[in-house]
């Protein structure tokens, strides 16, 4: 099982998106069978066994074991992910375009590069994936609290200069091309908070 799977296939985020299907994908973050499964979330085991037919179909949840009881055969069967994102090539003909307004203050922009992100890396992973190898990419995460607008301003500066300099220092025309995303958002536990303007 993967800790995060990409879902690129329209037919497979409609399927995940159904509510049923989406908390039966939940509880298969264990193995489970449709009898168990229809005990926790109280339906048939019937319609159960459809849900999960279609979820199989769309590659969402995986066989990991028969067992055989008396004349039953029971399918165990878990998510192939523990959690799921889905790409924006799932809605390609209203996906976001970076490239349509490009502005480095607008929040918009900034959804339609995080969009661009979850697109390329998802694809990255399926090809390897098929591949049987590792993607390399490299992130940082992290939280800064400004005194005001303008400490924010002169941040975002010195930024744009540092990650600048460094892009031209090892930018070469050949090898392997690789995109870098720099974005700075408020937190969401500061929205409310005039202070950080």
């Known amino acids: 099982m993967h800790d995060v799977a990409v879902i690129e ?5 409609e399927v995940s998106l159904d509510p ?24 048939a085991r019937q319609k ?3 849900h999960l037919r279609t ?3 769309h590659g969402l949840i995986e066989l990991v074991e028969e067992r055989r009881k008396g ?3 029971e399918r165990m069967l878990q998510a192939t992910a523990a959690s799921y994102v889905i790409s924006p090539a799932a809605m ?12 480095r203050l607008s929040a918009r922009w900034l959804l339609a590069l995080a969009a661009r992100l979850v697109s390329d890396v998802g694809s990255l992973l399926t090809g390897a994936a098929r ?27 010195e930024l744009t200069a540092s990650v600048s300099g460094l892009v031209s220092k090892y ?4 090898g392997r091309k690789h995109r870098l995303v720099v974005a700075v958002h408020p937190a969401l536990d500061s929205l409310g908070d005039d202070r950080n303007g």
Do not use: C, W
């Open 55 to 57: 979820l199989e179909q």
């Open 92 to 103: 390609a003909a209203v996906a976001p375009d970076p490239g349509r307004a490009p502005d």
């Open 131 to 157: 591949a049987k190898q590792r993607v390399a990419t490299f992130a940082l995460d992290g939280e800064v609290r400004f005194a005001s607008p303008a400490d924010r301003a002169a941040f975002a500066e």
């Open 9 to 13: 296939d329209p037919a497979a985020a």
């Open 71 to 73: 004349n039953v055969t």
């Open 20 to 43: 049923i299907r989406s908390r039966l994908l939940a509880e298969l973050a264990e193995p489970g069978s449709a009898t168990m499964l229809a005990g926790r979330i109280g339906l």
């Open 171 to 174: 930018h070469s025309e050949t």
């Open 48 to 50: 159960v066994n459809y």
